[in-house]
């Protein structure tokens, strides 16, 4: 379904998040024959949800009546945090009520051409931002959108452009019906089982985008073993029940594709980019740049390198120095909800003693592996809820000791333990390993807390 379909339809919205409330603004300015007859929430609303909305008629709906509402609707735009696996979107698809995404709809209607997708577990983000800035030096006329810069209904308001790139989540990927012409996932750990139901569940949302209509182009990294598994030794696609593209994947990670080498990166193995070239630390960065890299190629574009990589500027909350300040290092690595981020957040301080403080929502994560390169690493952890004693438990478990193994019960806690603990020439990081919506809003809200403290510990 296109978005300029919507004109003269009755449309149902669940939820008012940025990319409805981008969706509500275009559908006024661009199709105002359409309207937002009903809006569906978990919970009341604000009083002002309407208003920004630009639906100050529409009928509210909460719970039981959410179905019913959104049954007299031509079309449900729901937000990405709203799960297809809801039985209330199964009982409305079930009744033949088309459910999409402002995104969805900007897809079909702006087509495949020049549009890079990018998901991923980890690294989207910065892929994508890379993507778009790399883009843009090698000449192109480029756009950032969806989980990073605006959501993707506002492009319909700027200038064409001969490449655009698109973040998407798996939230995003789970019922697009219409694909990137270049596709790209970056990594697949387990994560958001609680929107998906499952981790096996999880995986084939993300990986339907790479077969979907209009993808041209697969590319993927050669160094999770899980996107590895999704072709034969030959590299060929593998065609099964979960996985039946059938356009030839580009590896990167691996010779002779773009890939990170000691000392920076390397195409066809040759150095192309010392790693003091490089605007982010970290092997995994490294890896994000080889994936912006071989997504452009893909597309035609060649960016010089390095020199494309200047003014480049990293983004908050990944890997962020903070401060240093008398000899130690404080660095923002709120972004890392998982185990595997964090581990290669700690891979990215060769050389430096470390105080980790981690922990957040409970999602069953495994903490086995990350509390072995704890212990191995001699490094200390400091541990906050709600996850941080498991953590700390597994540690343990693996040998750290337990004066290297500390709780605190939330963090301005642990950053005065930190800033006790931590020597001249130590990094303080904050990588919790987990979700942070059990004590903040995002992340991003867990970042700033973090920043706040830091700055307030390094004055003391």
Known sequence: MRFSELDGATVGVWGAGREVASFADQLARRLPAARIAVAAFDAPPAEDVLDRLKAPGARIVTGAEIVPGLSHCDVVVRSPGVSIYRPELHALREAGRPVTTATALWLAEHGSAGVIGITGTKGKSTTAALAHH??????????????????????LDAEPAEVIVLELSSYHTADLDTGPEVALVTNLFREHTDWHGSEEAYRADKLRLLRLPGVRR?????????????????SRPAVDVRLDYVVEPIIYGVPPGWDSVNGGIAFRGNMVAASTDLPLRGEHNALNLCGALTALEALGVEPAMPESLRGFRPLAHRLETVVEREGVLWVNDSISTTPESTLAALASFPGREIVLIAGGQDRGQDYSQLGRALAQGEITVIGVPSTGMRLLADARAAGLPSTRAIAAADMPEAIDVARRLAGTGAAILLSPAAPSYDNYRDFEERGERFRRLADRARAV
């Open 134 to 155: 790399l883009a843009r030096a090698a000449g192109r006329t480029a756009h950032l959108a969806g989980n990073i810069g605006v959501p993707a209904l506002d492009l």
């Open 218 to 234: 697969v590319v993927l990294n050669g160094r999770d073993e899980r996107l590895v598994e999704v072709v034969d030794a030959g």
